[in-house]
């Protein structure tokens, strides 16, 4: 089982939906978490932190259920800018900071 | 305030030879990460460091492979005798501590 799990989509949806990534861990002692995005093979940005009492940028938010070792990351009112791949990330206390392998999101006009 | 730079952008070895990367951390970041992109594959962990330190190199192909971060200058990702498999992109990000890690433009390689 791999440490960080995402599906890998891809997710073709309409200019103004709402779309919701799912993304679970394995790893209980992990402490801290984080939404990147890539586009087109460049490199990863970041994205947003992922706060356990979840929390909010814009059209994203990003939920953190510590007890179920999942993490979520919803878009609303969708944009075609935001087509690129979704990579959640974890990290644990020593550093180490592990990535899913990305959701794919396609924003069609 | 440069964000972390990495240089060749583009590399082209032979097989057999050397590949020598380079990454300079953002202004006031201690810590550097590499990481390797396969083709149509997600991003892997190759090796944590801190300035003269390895800290987290369970990423790292046991052989060919090394790295380091000297006190003075760049991180250095070394690959040895290079073969076609070592053909990918390899990214580096810096942070101020071990928590949010920015990414630098990345190196592709490409192994003839």
Request: charged share 25%.
């Amino acid at each position: 089982r791999k440490e960080v799990e995402q599906d890998p989509g891809p997710f073709n949806v309409p200019e103004g939906a709402t779309v919701a990534f799912n993304c679970t861990y394995s790893n209980s002692a992990s402490q801290s978490f984080f939404w990147y995005r890539q586009d087109c093979r460049k490199e990863p940005k970041l994205l947003m932190s992922v706060y356990s009492s979840g929390n909010e940028d814009g059209r994203f938010t990003a939920q953190l259920n510590r007890a179920s070792q999942y993490i979520s990351l919803l878009i609303r009112d969708s944009k075609l800018s935001d087509s690129a791949t979704y990579l959640c990330v974890v990290n644990t206390n020593a550093g180490k900071s592990t990535f899913g392998d990305g959701t794919t999101l396609t924003v069609k006009p | 305030n440069a964000g972390v730079m990495q240089n060749p952008r583009h590399l082209v070895r032979r097989r057999g030879q050397e590949a020598r990367l380079r990454c300079s951390p953002m202004k006031g970041h201690s810590h550097v990460y590499w990481y390797r992109q396969l083709p149509e594959e997600g991003l892997k962990f190759m090796v944590y460091l801190q300035k003269e330190n390895i800290i987290d190199e369970s990423g790292m192909p046991k052989e060919r492979f090394s790295a380091e971060f000297p006190k003075e200058g760049p991180s250095i990702l070394r690959i040895q005798q290079v073969v076609r498999g070592d053909s990918a992109a390899y990214f580096c990000a810096s942070s101020h501590s071990e928590d949010t890690q920015y990414f630098g433009p990345g190196t592709r390689l490409t192994v003839l």
